[in-house]
């Protein structure tokens, strides 16, 4: 009895002393997983945590915090990589392994980087916009002839599509304005190879984005001309100034009513004759500027068609020069860019206020130098793209997106 009794707290110590062997075991081979974050850009923000090494099948909560607000813009931010998620920030991971996981952070600017042009860099073209479309024609690339290719950019897709070409010839320096659902494109310039000299047009037509159709128009109403500026109030179009057959620069102004595809001549701008100058509309008035009229002028004139009137305005601050782009956005203009002469491209940028007649200097165009590029504007945002930038043959083919209610 004794003898078995001993035998029975033997065989217990041995098992309990396995099971408490076991349990060590158990402890000492318990899976362990790494976890490290990473920012992108490094500048862009901060991960926590930072590292840390997890038991297996922990939760493990990982937050991404933008860096503060700067004179560049602020950060938000964008994705994780290196684990499936649907981007919530806090996210939360389960360790089933070793994970390195990166948060990726946006700086939000005035300007901000679109996708290329997609057909060759060009100059001298023009820009327009129909609905929540743009469109670009016309300009020169470098080779022998200017050209006649039309491109629809969709700002929701962020791409590029080709369209119908324009019928009426190759051209550059042509001017476009806009009535409702339509474009009206006329004059500018054709290369005559064999006169080895560029012939000034006076035709006009009309383009139809929901047909993608060219159809002619009665001719403009004025000389044949090149370097004229064009812009539309209500239902009515506007063109004037410009350089025409005669080498004058001119002063006339006229105004094409769609709906009975005709050309009135109106009050001439007041302003010397200019070429390259900017015109824009803005609620019921236009505005025309800038340009070359023997001098590089700087000078600002509003039109108004209920009186048939010019006033000037408030001067451009910036130098006078010719080929830049403007916006109108929240009825205000946003205007920079362009050449001061001697190939000399610029990127800074202004904001007009029409209420108080005032300028304020806005961010500089984000991808440099540049003259004689595009520009249009959809849902408040601005939009340019290619150009020159002053460097022999460098026609640009960047494009790009401005809201100066970004920062």
């Avoid at 006078?320 to 205007?335: P, T």
Wanted: charged share 25%; net charge negative.
């Amino acid at each position: 009895m004794k003898t078995s009794l001993i035998l029975s707290v033997f065989l217990f110590c041995i098992l309990m002393l396995s099971c408490s062997t076991d349990s060590d075991s158990d402890a000492d081979t318990a899976t362990i997983y790494t976890l490290n974050t990473f920012s992108n850009p490094p500048g862009g923000g901060e991960v926590t945590p930072e590292s840390g090494e997890f038991n297996a099948g922990e939760t493990v909560e990982i937050t991404a915090i933008p860096a503060e607000e700067d004179e560049d813009g602020y950060w938000i931010f964008e994705e994780w990589l290196g684990v499936e998620s649907d981007n919530e920030n806090p996210l939360t991971v389960t360790m089933n392994s070793d994970k390195n996981i990166t948060a990726t952070f946006l700086q939000v600017k005035d300007w901000m980087q679109k996708a290329d042009f997609e057909e060759n860099g060009r100059w001298h073209g023009v820009g327009f916009a129909i609905g929540n479309k743009g469109y670009v024609t016309g300009g020169f690339d470098g080779s022998p002839a200017p050209l006649n290719d039309l491109w629809e950019y969709d700002p929701q897709n962020d791409s590029w599509s080709q369209k119908a070409d324009f019928p009426g010839g190759a051209r550059l320096d042509a001017v476009v304005f806009t009535i409702g659902e339509k474009a009206y494109y006329g004059t500018g310039r054709l290369w005559d190879a064999e006169a080895q000299a560029a012939v000034r047009q006076n035709d006009f037509w009309e383009y139809d984005p929901e047909n993608n159709r060219w159809s002619r128009l009665a001719d403009f109403g004025g000389t044949s001309r090149h370097s004229a500026v064009a812009f539309s109030i209500g239902d009515k179009g506007y063109v004037g100034t410009g350089w025409d057959e005669n080498s004058s620069r001119l002063t006339d102004f006229w105004e094409y009513d769609s709906e009975n595809d005709s050309w009135t001549q109106i009050a001439d701008f007041p302003g010397q004759g200019r070429i390259s100058a900017f015109g824009i509309s803005v609620g019921d008035k236009g505005y025309v500027g800038k340009g070359l009229a023997g001098l590089y002028e700087n000078d600002f004139w509003e039109f108004n068609p209920q009186t048939g009137s010019w006033s000037q305005k408030a001067d451009y601050p910036g130098e006078g020069r010719v080929g830049s782009v403007g916006f109108a956005i929240g009825g205000k203009i946003y205007l920079g860019t362009g050449d001061e002469g001697g190939i000399n491209p610029t990127k800074d940028f202004w904001e007009y206020d029409p209420q108080t007649d005032s300028w304020t200097q806005a961010s500089d165009f984000e991808g440099g130098l540049r003259r004689f590029a595009f520009g249009f504007t959809i849902n408040e945002q601005g939009y340019l793209g290619a150009g020159h930038d002053g460097t022999a043959g460098n026609y640009k083919e960047d494009f790009w997106e401005f809201n100066p209610d970004r920062q």
